[in-house]
């Protein structure tokens, strides 16, 4: 298929560079996914801990253009716990590259659950994307929401004590 956009819409000097300044931000975006996901020993902790409205962006692979959203993850620790920022970083890590949302959501929650061994893990991702809101159907205040729901949490009461603490 061959694009034909008229040319008057580009700027010849604007986008001169543009190649190498895409080059530059792919490579900065994937080293958002290189970092030591530290554990601790658990100190006996046995309730849940949730790390909510954790901002990110990505790009939906099918346009490539931007989905932006916030991701909530909870776990009920097992005999280790990990550094709150590392449950920042690991959204940062599989949002710093292609995909879809559904895939994002629940390899998060396959990484915590594969470094913790937590009794359960929950994320929930909700999120606006561009495919969306600038071309096809110009949804502006749509929201996708996923979720991926590992052990403890598969049951009702803690599910719906995990959603309730989210507000």
Not at 50 to 63: N, Y
Request: aromatic fraction near 8%.
């Amino acid at each position: 298929m061959e694009l034909k956009l008229d040319d008057s819409l580009f700027n010849e000097e604007e986008l001169q560079n543009t190649p190498s300044r895409y080059e530059g931000f792919l490579e900065e975006w994937a080293s958002n996914n290189q970092f030591k996901f530290t554990t601790f020993d658990n100190p006996g902790y046995n309730q849940m801990v949730i790390l909510k409205d954790i901002d990110f962006s990505s790009l939906c692979s099918h346009h490539l253009l931007p989905f932006h959203g916030v991701a909530h993850i909870g776990y009920i620790p097992g005999s280790k716990i990990c550094g709150i920022s590392k449950l920042a970083r690991v959204v940062d890590k599989f949002a710093s590259r292609p995909q879809i949302q559904e895939r994002m959501t629940q390899e998060i929650a396959d990484f915590i659950e594969m470094e913790l061994q937590p009794a359960g893990v929950m994320v929930v991702v909700s999120a606006q994307h561009d495919c969306m809101r600038i071309r096809g159907v110009k949804k502006q205040n749509s929201q996708m929401v996923t979720s991926a729901i590992k052990g403890e949490f598969c049951k009702a009461e803690t599910r719906n004590e995990f959603l309730k603490l989210l507000g």
